[in-house]
């Protein structure tokens, strides 16, 4: 898709990625942008795979490309997985602002709507002056949810990625 891309000639890629690139980091360690990649899953290293291509079309061949990483997408935050929550609203608003990057290089955003004391950044977003109309939960009501999940086991309790991480 890049290659092609490039050689139509677009000038502006948004590539869909997944908070699922870092789901194996513990849930106590906080994460932004910058964090190292720690996939929980094949889905979350394809997707870390096409992090690093956009990487090197937007440093290679001047392109402009937004990496999106989207997290649990819903209609009402409260129902989205613990701490990882973007109100659909939201992410649509994400895709737009995205839309309007046309400066070549790589830009990488979490796009996961801010939870009051719990370790995941949205500070790129909030930098470029984005403001999430729906906020998800406080970490004191994140924990509680994933204590009281009867489908999570301890490893999935305790990292990023929840049931992507469970062991067999």
Do not use: W
Not at 20 to 27: A, K, Q
Not at 37 to 59: I, M, N, Q, T
Not at 91 to 103: E, K, V
């Amino acid at each position: 898709m890049m290659e092609a891309a490039r050689a139509a000639g677009v000038e502006a890629i948004i590539f869909a990625s997944t908070m699922h690139v870092l789901g194996m980091h513990p849930r106590t360690m906080p994460l932004n942008e910058d964090s190292p990649v720690a996939p929980d899953s094949r889905y979350g290293v394809s997707k870390a795979f096409g992090e690093a291509l956009c990487r090197l079309y937007a440093h290679k061949y001047h392109m402009a490309v937004t990496v999106l990483r989207i997290g649990h997408v819903v209609h009402d935050i409260v129902d989205a997985a613990p701490g990882q929550g973007i109100a659909a609203e939201d992410m649509n608003r994400i895709f737009l602002l995205a839309l309007s990057f046309r400066t070549p290089g790589y830009r990488l955003f979490h796009a996961v709507a801010p939870h009051e004391g719990y370790p995941l950044s949205d500070g790129r977003l909030t930098r470029e002056g984005f403001l999430f109309r729906q906020q998800g939960p406080g970490r004191a009501e994140i924990i509680a949810r994933l204590e009281r999940s009867p489908r999570l086991n301890a490893v999935a309790r305790d990292h990023h990625g929840g049931d992507f991480v469970q062991y067999d």
